[in-house]
């Protein structure tokens, strides 16, 4: 079954659950040995090394959506155990990996932080890593690079999760101007990594251990290493090779990272379930769009919508394009119900204010709330000077729609009137054996409803693959709705209660006991998958 939307747009459905970043928390210490963020195609020094150029301006073309692929990742409900799957390269013993490893042993705080933010990202990038036949552990790349914060940017001037330079992503067709940087947008700087990765895999005859070195230090700086135990009669694999102390790092993080995640309960770890699931899609604007509007209008947080859009440098899209945006997936509808009553001449708003006598460029920004740089760019300006009589393009604040749009917006998936929860939206894939009385008492909803959603009979029988849209009413302990929940999966440990899951999620028991058809006869047991809904900006109890 495909979503119901499907069929009314070309979106790619993709993307992992969100959480909110952590990134107010304490860091710990750094790794021992320190790994400089190095970026892709760049030497020791940050120099970019390798590789043509694609023709100028051109973007790559587009793959078909991560959603459509076929595999058997999705037969998993957890992302971490399709990801342990896909694990391919060999494990290797040596004392480099163990350093690193036992580091990250006695840093859980900082991994789950790490996993906090990955969450919005590490379904996308499992999928097309996935669709490429490439390692999974690729996925992990990102938490070596830049500890999965998108606006990461090193000395070097690498940025977004891959952390590219300026030069490699220019070779990758990664757009970068005033408006937009692909090196930060993730699905453009997903697409150019994994490139580039396939590309070292080739370079040196499918050694991915020799393409990883290089995707830190540059390929050139690996071949004149192979070149130089060649002529000395040395072996050239990895770990004979004199290498930059960072790149000799940065090899070992990513396998204790590998190590550590196939078996985490082996180190006395344990990690939160990440549900194996899209969490955002793909709209088409079309056009221009200013970012808080398109928040308002698909009922989200200006913060979630830069979150998931971190190539933008303004506050609008390029109007050069791409014309996208990614939105969480359960209010991708109503953005995209809303965009079809408003025209694009209204999508990003403009007053013209005329200069008098003794007005300044900065007093004239600082008026209207906006950035010198801003009003400068707009109006074509160089320098501060502006002239009396002067017409300028100033941004206006998009808070104030017109009534007709935020009805469209608000007719889609139009919340309960009770004002104690709100509609929520998941797609469910069904799994062998699953019953459809067992799916809604699961989700808190009732089999004619679930039924009648889906365009199926109530008795009929499920087919182990098929999607089911389910919706629900998210209730809050607080007694107000929030636009903010996420669908958490908990397993439940040796020792566990509801009343302590309760508390550790500041949820109520009562919500997990309907969330999950609890009732008086029903025991929790170890191994058992709860599912929540709770803050995004909620931090979990210790």
């Excluded at 204790?256 to 985490?264: C, G, I, V, W, Y």
């Excluded at 009922?299 to 969480?328: C, F, K, M, Q």
Aim: net charge neutral; proline share 6%; charged share 20%.
């Amino acid at each position: 079954m495909m979503f119901p939307r499907t069929a009314q747009r070309a979106t790619w459905m993709l993307g992992a659950l969100a959480l909110a970043a952590c990134a107010s928390q304490p860091q710990p210490a750094a790794p021992p040995p320190a790994v400089t963020v190095q970026s892709p195609g760049s030497d020791a020094n940050g120099n970019a090394t390798g590789l043509a150029a694609p023709a100028e301006g051109a973007m790559p073309s587009a793959r078909m959506p991560s959603e459509w692929h076929v595999g058997t990742g999705e037969d998993f409900d957890d992302l971490f155990d399709r990801l342990r799957d896909g694990f391919v390269l060999d494990e290797v013993q040596e004392p480099a990996i163990d350093q690193q490893l036992a580091w990250l042993e006695r840093n859980q705080e900082y991994l789950e932080r790490v996993f906090q933010r990955a969450q919005r990202y590490l379904y996308h990038i499992v999928c097309e890593v996935e669709a490429r036949g490439m390692p999974l552990e690729f996925a992990l790349l990102p938490v070596v690079e830049s500890a999965y914060e998108p606006f990461a940017y090193s000395p070097s001037r690498a940025a977004g999760l891959w952390q590219f330079i300026p030069g490699t992503g220019d070779r990758f067709g990664l757009k970068q101007n005033w408006w937009f940087d692909g090196r930060r947008d993730v699905v453009e700087s997903t697409r150019a990594a994994l490139d580039y990765l396939q590309i070292l895999h080739d370079q040196f005859d499918g050694d991915w251990l020799l393409a990883i070195a290089a995707y830190n230090v540059g390929e050139a700086g690996v071949q004149r290493a192979i070149d130089r135990n060649a002529a000395a009669g040395l072996p050239t694999d990895f770990w004979h090779l004199r290498l930059p102390a960072e790149t000799r790092a940065y090899v070992p993080k990513l396998l204790a990272m590998k190590r550590l995640m196939a078996e985490p309960e082996r180190y006395g770890l344990a990690f939160s379930a990440i549900p194996n699931e899209p969490y955002f899609a793909i709209i088409d604007t079309s056009s221009q769009i200013d970012l808080k509007l398109a928040a308002q209008l698909a009922g989200s947080t200006y913060e979630e919508i830069v979150a998931l859009n971190p190539g933008y440098n303004r506050w609008a899209t390029d109007p050069g394009g791409p014309h996208r945006l990614l939105v969480p997936i359960d209010q991708a509808d109503r953005l995209e119900a809303a965009l079809t009553t408003l025209p694009a001449g209204e999508r990003v708003r403009y007053v013209t204010h005329t200069v008098a006598r003794h007005e300044t460029l900065p007093g004239i920004a600082k008026q209207y709330g906006t950035s010198v740089a801003v009003v400068a760019k707009l109006n074509e300006i160089s320098g501060k000077k502006v002239s009396v009589g002067q017409e300028l393009k100033i941004p206006q604040d998009s808070a104030q729609l017109p009534d007709k749009v935020l009805l469209a917006a608000q007719r889609v998936d139009r919340p309960s009137t009770d004002v104690s929860g709100r509609r929520h939206q998941i797609v469910h894939r069904v799994r062998r054996g699953e019953t459809l009385r067992a799916i809604a008492r699961r989700h808190g909803t009732n089999v004619d409803t679930l039924a009648r959603i889906n365009g199926i009979g109530a008795n009929d029988p499920l087919v182990a693959g098929q999607r089911l849209v389910i919706k629900t009413t998210v209730r809050h302990s607080r007694g107000e709705s929030s636009a903010s929940s996420r669908r958490v999966l908990y397993t439940v440990r040796p020792g566990d209660t509801l009343s302590g899951i309760s508390r550790q999620y500041q949820v109520s028991v009562q919500q997990l006991k309907t969330w999950n058809g609890i009732n008086k006869q029903h025991q929790i047991r170890a191994g058992q998958r709860l599912v929540m809904y709770v803050d995004s900006n909620h931090k979990r109890s210790s």
